[in-house]
Every structure is written in structure tokens, then in C-alpha cells.
């Protein structure tokens, strides 16, 4: 307490009469006086610099912090202006904003700024202050704090320097939607400088919108982490600079504040393009493989119902006088039949897995040929242009195939030209490099002739030329197309290794452009042979056949023609069947798929009994000629189902001719 001792005075006489004492509480006081020398000691001893400053920017206190860091001591630099330590480039700058910020919020933290110490080195340092108010309220100074970040900057430009090696884009984002960093990867990725992203919301760099892309109904992985405080990912269709679409992978990831709250967002980006362009192309050959399937699963049994619809109208036509009524009737069901082993056909094609009678052909010839045959297709309201390359272009090919191409692509053309047009057909020469081949993922560098076809049609949307190839896709009216024309021709391209792509718009027509490898082989152009008469004979063949409607109809056709018939039901059926008449049987008629044993296993065990035995083989799908091994580099013929019957007369009799 504080102790006050007062003299008492006569008035009168000016004697000492006595002493007042007057005693103050002062606990309180002394209490404050205590908690101010703690909180001096404090902030002289933080490792921080803390000063004051006062209005005309002199500094009015200085700390030990300061002393170490900065390397002034205390009375060095009190009464000096604060921008002793600041450097001269951005004092004035700084200390307007650093005052503005006072005087609206009479606070502010977090201010990232350099200050220069005492050996004339620049330090980081992040800057935290407070005004400082007289009873009226007035700023009379300001106190700061200023943190030495050296460390801190180091580490954020490691990790910068991190980012900036790798190829995936970063990019952080503000609580505004705004970019805020971007490294370089992100500004390869769009095409743009660091300028031009950094302070643009990142859907007006994303998507080159005005709203955010959920207000659109697209997942957005920003709103989800700074809604849940959890990592998202989804992906978009993105544009570059010059509106080029880009596929991407985004996947957000929050960061917090030291209170716990999410204030920004780290994006990651991938350009995914090529993997979506290899996930179409394996998804584009999954459903060719389910084709393939299909097709490999129906075709034995199809195609050997087929061969005997075409057995038993064959020998009903021939029994049939040329002006019998009925004969029209006939024609009718082989005709349907040829349709039905086409559509077989086609199917494999797409699949791949059709057998192919390639040899070195002209193209120019193959369009010439079927020239005359597209104006039947198409109508006489299109008009047919052709424009073809002045030299030959020779190429390893199946003609039927590329016939049935041309063939589909007329189709197709015709249905875009409703109202007549043109149609163009032009051939050329085109070398590939490096860079095509990339794209494509596969194939060599060379010269490829190339078809051109060309129609003034309707043409089409991008969403529609991405799907035109898949099977069953059509934007016909139901029983109006079967959606696999142009499927059809995709895969009879791939499979004599060429590509086909297709330009279109709409209303400017389509262009779809076919390239197959060239060959330097020389063309054997043959001469139609007239056609020879058919001869039976009276050798004994054995039929070997699991399935009994097609062992049936060849046993009735091979007996029109003079021959007599052994039949057997499998394989095991035929070996029994041979051993009891080997002395008879001329030929081996033999399926090459057969329960119990195939139709190679049959060859063998007879030819160990008979060396010298004649065999022609029935195929009922292409890649049962697997199943033959070598069988044919040695002569052996195989045919395929369904079997015609004038194929099936004259392989038979050049068999039995031969010595």
C-alpha cells in the first residue's frame, strides 16, 4: 500500500500538533504494473521483431527480436524511419496499403513483404499490426510484428520447383472460385501464360463460361471439397485457347487454415485425350469381338442349315424345265439363301474373322467394275462422278470385299442424298509418317493408296460421326437399317491393315477416305473362264457330317450326279465306316468340326491305313481352318459353308481326276 504522512499546524501559533497519515490500496496497481513488466519481458524476448510506429514513421520501440534479426540493436534504430528497413522500390507502396488497412480495419495479418537487415540482406517476412488509439479514438501509433519466413519460402519454393517438373497440371484455387497459383504444366495444358490464368475464375478458364460449370449440372470437385473438407475427382471436357476440346482428370484436395477451415483448393489436372481415344478404340474393338462371337456362334450351325436350303433348291431346280411356272419360285429361295450366307459373311468381316482371298489388285479396277452396278444402287437422281489416279494402285486385297465397301458406302450416301446430289469417287496416293501412325497406335510408314468418297448428302453432327462405325448404330427408322453398313466396312478395312475416317458437317455432305497399304507385287489379271458343265460320276465318296440335314442334302445331290454315298455321323462313325469299305471309297467327303474326332484326326488315322486316300474338307466358320494345321500346304482343299453345289460338283471331280 502507499503511506501519506501530513503535518498538523496550529494556525494561531504555528506549532506541530500531530501528523496525518493517509493510507491507498494500492494492490491493483502494483498487480497491473507486475502483468505490464511480464508482458514487456515477453515481447522483449519473442524471436518475432515487435516495434511501434509512430504517425510520421519513425520507430518508437524495438525488441531483442529485432536485435537478432534484423541486427539492430535498439538504440541504433529507435527515432529512425521505418524505412530504414524496407527497400526503396516498395516503401512508399507498401506503407500506403499498410495504412489504408489500419485506418478501414484497424488491423490486418498474414502480409507477405521483405525487409533489409542490418549487413544489407534482404529477408522475407510476414507482417502482422495493430493500431494504436488514444480516449478519442485517434491512431497515435502502431504496433507490428514481423516474422522471419526464410525457411518457409525455401520449402514453398522446393515444392514449387517440384510441381514444376512434373507433367501433370497444378493449380490452386481460391474460396471465390479464382486462380490464385498455376504451374507449368496446367499453362502448357491450355496454352496461356501465368498472367492470363491467375486471377480468372477457373471456369472462365475451364470451360470459357460466365458460371460456375455446376450451375450447369456438372460435377464440380472445387464446390465438393470446400462443402465436405474431402478430396473429389471427376472428369471434363475442358478448351484450350483456341476452343479446342481437352478431356481431363481433376481431382480437388482442400487445404485449411490454422482454425481448421477449408480457404483454398489444389487441383490436380490430367490431360486424358489419348486415354480416352485408346478407351474408344478398346471399347469400338470389344464390340467388334462381341460381333465376332456372335457371328462365330451362329455360323457353323447357320451356314450348314443354309447348305441344305441351297442343296435341295439347286437339285429342285435343276429337275424343273425351263418354262415350268414354278421355276421363278425356286430362283426366289437361292436368291434369299445367297442374301442369308452374305449377311454370315458380313458379320465375319466386321469381326475380323472372314477369310480373305487376298491377292495384288488395282483399285482403279475395282471402282471401274462396280461403277456400273452403283447407279442401280443409288438411283439416277445422283449423279456419279469418278476421278481416278492415272497410274495403277496396287494393293493386297480381297476385290469381293472391297466391292461389298463401295457397296455400303453408296448405300450410305444415297440414304444422305434423299433428294439427289453428287457422288464422287477419287483415288490418290498418300505417304503416313511417324506422327499419323502415333495417332492410329499402330501401323508403318508407308505409301497407302487411298479412296475418296464423297457425297453432297445431309451430312452429319460430331456426336453422330464419332458413333458411325459402332455396331448396330443407325439413325434409321426402325426396319429401315440394320446399323451395320458402315460397321461392315471399318472392319474390312482393318482387316487388310488400312484406316477409314470420315469428314462431315452438316449440310456439306460427308467425305469418308479409305487407305490400304501399297504393294509392290504384280497383278495376275485372269481371263473369265466360260463356265464349265457340271460332271458327275460313279465313284463311292463317304460323307462324313454330324449335322443331318446338311449330310442329307449332299447325300441327295452327290446321288443326282451318279456317285454313291457312305454316310457317317462323327468322326469315330467315319473311321469305322472306312475300315469296313476302304476298298470302295474313292474320296473322303469330311467336316472339319465333328463330335468324338475332327475331321483332321479322320484324315490321319485313314491315311495310316491308306496312304494314297483323297479328301476334300467342309468348313462351317473360317477359323476352323486352324484346325487343319499344315494339312493344306499339302494339297489338301478345304470349302467353305455354305457349300454351293456346282463348287461342290467341281472340287469333287478335280479330286477324283488327279493322278
Not at 17 to 34: C, L, N, Q, W
Not at 117 to 138: G, S, Y
Not at 296 to 312: C, M, P, Q, R, S
Request: with cysteine; proline share 3%.
Amino acid at each position: 500500500m502507499d503511506l501519506f504522512s501530513f503535518p498538523l499546524i496550529d494556525s494561531k501559533t504555528g506549532e506541530l500538533k500531530g501528523v496525518i497519515e493517509y493510507v491507498r490500496d494500492i494492490t491493483e496497481r502494483k498487480k497491473a504494473e507486475e502483468e505490464n513488466r511480464f508482458l514487456a519481458s515477453i515481447i522483449h524476448t519473442m524471436p518475432d521483431t515487435v516495434c511501434s510506429i509512430d504517425m510520421n514513421g519513425n520507430i518508437a520501440s524495438w525488441n531483442q527480436g529485432g536485435e537478432k534479426m534484423l541486427g539492430y540493436k535498439a538504440a541504433e534504430i529507435i527515432g529512425k524511419s521505418i524505412e530504414t528497413i524496407i527497400p526503396e522500390e516498395i516503401a512508399q507502396k507498401e506503407l500506403e496499403h499498410c495504412l489504408t488497412a489500419l485506418q478501414r480495419d484497424g488491423s490486418f495479418s498474414g502480409y507477405e513483404s521483405v525487409r533489409i537487415t542490418k549487413d544489407r540482406r534482404v529477408m522475407p517476412v510476414e507482417i502482422t499490426a495493430v493500431a494504436l488509439r488514444d480516449k478519442e479514438n485517434r491512431i497515435t501509433a502502431y504496433a507490428s510484428v514481423m516474422r522471419d519466413i526464410t525457411d518457409r519460402k525455401k520449402s514453398e519454393k522446393f515444392i514449387k520447383d517440384i510441381l514444376e517438373t512434373v507433367d501433370e497440371g497444378f493449380i490452386v484455387i481460391d474460396g471465390g472460385y479464382r486462380i490464385i497459383s498455376a504451374n507449368r504444366a496446367y499453362l502448357n495444358l491450355v496454352h496461356m501464360s501465368f498472367e492470363q490464368v491467375t486471377g480468372k475464375y477457373c471456369y472462365e478458364i475451364f470451360h470459357g463460361t460466365h458460371e460456375p460449370c455446376f450451375e450447369h449440372g456438372e460435377p464440380c470437385p472445387v464446390l465438393d471439397v470446400f462443402k465436405t473438407g474431402k478430396h473429389s475427382a471427376a472428369t471434363h471436357i475442358h478448351y484450350d485457347q483456341n476452343n479446342n476440346p481437352i478431356y481431363v482428370e481433376i481431382k480437388a484436395y482442400p487445404v485449411w487454415d490454422d482454425s481448421g477451415k477449408v480457404v483454398s483448393a489444389i487441383e490436380v489436372v490430367n490431360d486424358v485425350t489419348d486415354k480416352k481415344r485408346l478407351e474408344a478404340q478398346l471399347l469400338h474393338a470389344q464390340k467388334l469381338e462381341a460381333v465376332g462371337r456372335l457371328a462365330g456362334g451362329v455360323a457353323h450351325d447357320f451356314n450348314n442349315v443354309l447348305t441344305a436350303i441351297i442343296g435341295y433348291g439347286s437339285i429342285l431346280k435343276m429337275k424343273m424345265e425351263k418354262d415350268e411356272p414354278l421355276l421363278t419360285y425356286v430362283d426366289h429361295i437361292l436368291s434369299a439363301t445367297e442374301k442369308a450366307a452374305s449377311l454370315t459373311r458380313n458379320l465375319l468381316a466386321l469381326s475380323r474373322k472372314q477369310k480373305m482371298a487376298t491377292a495384288p489388285v488395282d483399285l482403279n479396277d475395282i471402282i471401274r467394275k462396280v461403277e456400273k452396278l452403283l447407279v442401280r444402287v443409288i438411283g439416277e437422281d445422283i449423279d456419279i462422278r469418278t476421278s481416278l489416279l492415272n497410274r495403277e494402285l496396287l494393293v493386297m486385297a480381297d476385290s469381293g470385299q472391297i466391292e461389298q465397301v463401295l457397296m455400303n458406302l453408296a448405300t450410305n450416301a444415297r440414304d444422305a442424298m434423299q433428294k439427289g446430289g453428287t457422288l464422287t469417287i477419287s483415288t490418290g496416293i498418300k505417304r503416313f509418317e511417324k506422327a499419323f501412325m502415333r495417332l492410329h497406335g499402330e501401323g508403318e510408314v508407308a505409301d497407302y493408296a487411298f479412296i475418296a468418297f464423297s457425297d453432297t448428302g445431309t451430312g452429319m453432327t460430331e456426336e453422330t460421326k464419332e458413333k458411325i462405325f459402332e455396331p448396330f448404330f443407325t439413325t434409321k427408322e426402325i426396319g429401315k437399317g440394320t446399323g451395320l453398313g458402315l460397321s461392315i466396312v471399318y472392319g474390312i478395312i482393318e482387316q487388310h491393315n488400312g484406316y477409314v475416317d470420315c469428314y462431315s458437317e452438316i449440310g456439306k455432305g460427308s467425305t469418308f477416305n479409305i487407305y490400304i497399304p501399297l504393294t509392290r507385287l504384280y497383278s495376275e489379271k485372269v481371263k473369265s473362264e466360260e463356265s464349265r458343265p457340271i460332271i458327275g460320276g460313279t465313284e463311292t465318296i463317304l460323307v462324313a457330317e454330324d449335322s443331318a440335314t446338311t449330310r442329307n442334302s449332299i447325300k441327295n445331290l452327290l446321288e443326282e450326279f451318279g456317285y454313291k454315298i457312305i454316310e457317317a455321323i462323327d468322326g469315330e462313325d467315319a473311321v469305322n465306316k472306312f475300315m469296313a469299305n476302304k476298298d470302295k471309297i474313292s474320296l473322303l467327303l469330311l467336316d472339319v468340326v465333328m463330335p468324338k474326332m475332327n475331321g483332321r484326326d479322320v484324315y490321319e488315322k485313314i491315311k495310316d491305313l491308306a496312304p494314297n486316300a483323297k479328301a476334300l474338307f467342309i468348313s462351317g466358320y473360317p477359323s476352323e481352318v486352324t484346325a487343319m494345321g499344315g494339312l493344306l500346304s499339302d494339297g489338301i482343299k478345304i470349302i467353305s459353308k455354305p457349300v454351293l453345289p456346282k463348287e461342290l460338283l467341281k472340287e469333287i471331280r478335280d479330286i477324283l481326276n488327279r493322278v
